[in-house]
């Protein structure tokens, strides 16, 4: 099984920079890995697939990405709205999440 | 609209039984591969069942013997079939549609419906 491992567990940044969350893959995946943003009460919503392919409807400061074990998905000029926790798959595993915090 | 609507969600006794629905509008439930994908309060996301286009089934380890996935084509709509429940199956339980091959991406999420196993 593949394990996803997040880092950092909790960010916290300023509206207006930028946040890079970090996705690692236990053996090498390709570019086989996918993003979710889960906002406060809500479900998960696709971002990102094949490592750096936005989903229709995401906003071009989201992007991904990275390829084998080590992936990053870089959100650009934070907005509030942003503040969600993140989420990292391959199929059917699931990483545990980076819990974005806005200051 | 494309859309999922889970319900079926209650607090249940351990030991207990439940069995959620996914209701699917504008795409077919049969011609997608369906899952049921949980979360604890508070944590991560835990994938349990699918069921494929030609009908074969998968299970997660916890949910193998005890949670059965099914559809029923006309109604459109997703099933899961809960026994024997356990403290730790307390969730939201999310349905989502997987696009193999193009995505390799659960696409479509429902709102998710909590089951909530306590005494």
């Known amino acids: 099984e593949i394990v996803l491992t997040q880092s950092p567990a909790t960010l916290s940044v300023s509206p207006g920079e930028s946040a890079t969350l970090s996705c690692r893959a236990s053996q090498s995946i390709g570019s086989n890995l996918v993003w979710y943003q889960q906002r406060p009460g809500q479900a998960p919503r696709l971002l990102i697939y094949g490592a750096s392919t936005r989903a229709t409807g995401v906003p071009a400061r989201f992007s991904g990405s990275g390829s084998g074990t080590e992936f990053t998905l870089t959100i650009g000029s934070l907005q509030s709205e942003d503040l969600a926790v993140y989420f990292c798959q391959h199929y059917t595993n699931f990483g545990q999440g980076t819990k974005l915090e806005i200051k | 609209e494309v859309q999922l609507v889970e319900s079926g969600g209650a607090l249940i006794q351990p030991g207990g039984s439940l069995r959620l629905s996914c209701a699917a509008s504008g795409f077919a439930v049969s011609d997608n591969y369906m899952n049921w994908i949980r979360q604890a309060p508070g944590k991560g996301l835990q994938w349990v069942s699918v069921?494929?286009?030609?009908?074969?089934?998968y299970s997660t380890d916890a949910a193998t013997g005890r949670f059965t996935i099914s559809r029923d084509t006309s109604a459109n709509s997703l099933f899961l079939q809960m026994n024997n429940l356990r403290a730790e199956d307390t969730a939201v339980y999310y349905c989502?549609?997987?696009?193999?091959?193009?995505?390799?991406?659960?696409?479509?999420w429902g709102r998710g419906t909590l089951v909530t196993v306590s005494s």
């Open positions: 069921i494929h286009p030609g009908g074969t089934t």
């Open positions: 989502a549609t997987f696009r193999s091959g193009s995505l390799d991406a659960f696409d479509i």
